[in-house]
Nanobody, 118 residues
Framework: QVQLVESGGGLVQAGDSLRLSCAAS????????VGWFRQAPGKEREFVAR????????FYGNVVKGRFTISRDNAKNTMYLQMSSLKPEDTAVYYC???????????WGQGTQVTVSS
């Protein structure tokens, strides 16, 4: 089992950058597929990015491809989401998640709010 805690959200202006972190508890973090999702008010949860256990394979949702970068540091039990060229439509609560298989997320953080002003 793993517990996840996001941090790094905040209020920024369009065009700014922001880095989110997701700290995981437990000694097996390096075995999990982990990813980022987001949910804007009144909208369904949306996939943002995912990364393989070793960090060697990444995959992005079309709306963030080229602007966001996912990474992980297994030695620190932490995953990151570097967000650049932020747009107002990126405003959402961002969640990190972990699971044992691609596309299967059993553990979720509490979320961190990102607000991008125009």
């Amino acid at each position: 089992q793993v517990q996840l805690v996001e941090s790094g959200g905040g209020l920024v202006q369009a065009g700014d950058s922001l880095r989110l972190s997701c700290a995981a508890s437990g000694r097996t973090f390096s075995t999990y597929f982990v990813g980022w999702f987001r949910q804007a008010p009144g909208k369904e949860r949306e996939f943002v990015a995912r990364i393989s256990p070793s960090g060697g394979i990444t995959f992005y949702g079309n709306v963030v491809k080229g602007r966001f970068t996912i990474s992980r540091d297994n030695a620190k039990n932490t995953m990151y989401l570097q967000m650049s060229s932020l747009k107002p439509e990126d405003t959402a609560v961002y969640y990190c998640a972990a699971g044992n298989r691609i596309g299967e997320y059993n553990y979720w953080g509490q979320g961190t709010q990102v607000t991008v002003s125009s």
